[in-house]
């Protein structure tokens, strides 16, 4: 059990934040153990091919997260300084890691070079996360972003509607507040921390899921990492509904296309599932896409194409409320 001692600066500084680093770490886990993430398996049976086709050498990034999970080396994700970082500014900031922080186990090559050298081990280890990010994660960024969103959203009304007593206590499971005290069942940590000014820092994620993960060992502000709300419902492939609002203003074709998108596709995936001709599909997406509504994600020999933030926005505000 993890015990989290608050006062009341602590609950002042407690904020929300989303990490792209943080998804990636954690998505490794469930690529090394699908059969422990029965609910990302759908993401698993798209993405491990293509990540195999695409040649990216990442097991140095493979070493770093062992399973089973007892821990992760805090400068491999540490915890982002503004509310929605890219994943650009999270790299910079893994890469102008102290050495004296570049802390690691393991006897494997690759890490040995990381301890040895850490400043081009951390360089090489930025490569291969934009390489992993642009092949498992980019194209899926939207629907993943979509959802933290929201949680974050229902979290900031819980909060305005009934304190931090609310709003902690319905965090998770695992986690309740009590007396000024956050107590966090851990499966590997016991502990007692105060937080000591610094606040807590909260991080929904979809690929923690169904465990959660806390970082309170300076420098960095205490985080604890939980599942977002809807976190069932990210890889539902549901029958695509085309709002008629929409199709007014897009045309049905491309409402059609922009619908059919809510996991990243091919030109030929969408030819299949609408029945339009390649270049059909191939002249509506190009027009998406110099909207700014789908967005274009290549890996080697794929081409995958997702709905952007703008499209998410613009087909959930066609639809009529539930």
């Known amino acids: 059990m993890l015990k989290l001692g608050f006062g009341l600066a602590d609950l002042a500084c407690t904020r929300f934040a989303f990490s792209p680093l943080w998804e990636v770490i954690a998505s490794v886990r469930v690529l090394k153990s699908p059969g422990e993430h029965p609910l990302h398996r759908p993401w698993v049976t798209a993405v ?25 080396p805090a400068f491999v994700c ?3 300084v503004t509310t929605s970082p890219d994943l650009e500014v999270e790299l910079a900031t893994l890469r102008s890691t102290p050495p004296g922080q570049v802390e690691v186990e393991g006897d494997s090559p690759r890490l040995a070079a990381l301890r040895e050298d850490p400043e ?7 490569e291969v996360i934009r390489g992993y990010w642009a092949v498992t994660l980019a194209p899926y960024w939207p629907r993943i972003r979509t959802l933290l969103e929201s949680d974050v959203l229902y979290r900031a009304r819980q909060l ?4 931090a007593d609310r709003l902690l206590n319905d965090l998770d499971p695992a986690v309740r507040w009590e007396d000024d005290t956050l107590s966090v069942a851990h499966r590997h940590v016991s502990a007692v921390r105060e937080l000591g000014g610094r ?7 979809v690929f923690v899921w169904p465990r959660l993960f806390s970082v309170t060992a300076p420098p960095w502000q205490p985080t604890l990492r939980y599942s977002p709300r809807g976190i069932a419902t990210l890889w539902e ?3 695509a509904d085309v709002p008629e609002a929409l ?6 074709s491309r409402a059609l296309l922009l619908a059919e998108l809510d996991t990243p596709a091919s030109t030929t995936d969408l030819s299949g599932r609408t029945g339009m001709s390649m270049g059909g599909v191939s002249q509506h ?6 909207a700014g509504l789908v967005g274009a994600h290549r890996s080697g020999r794929y081409v995958l194409y997702a709905r952007s933030q703008t499209g998410e926005a613009l087909l959930a505000a066609a639809r009529p409320p539930a």
């Open 247 to 252: 199709a007014a203003v897009l045309g049905r």
């Open 48 to 72: 491990r091919p293509r990540l195999d086709a695409s040649g990216l050498d990442w097991d140095m990034l493979a070493d770093l997260v062992p399973v089973p999970t007892r821990t992760i």
């Open 120 to 126: 081009t081990g951390l360089e090489t280890l930025a």
């Open 160 to 163: 305005a509607e009934g304190g």
């Open 78 to 80: 540490p915890p982002p």
């Open 285 to 290: 997406l190009t027009a998406l896409r110099d």
């Open 199 to 205: 606040g807590l820092l909260l991080v929904p994620s």
């Open 237 to 239: 492939r549901r029958p």
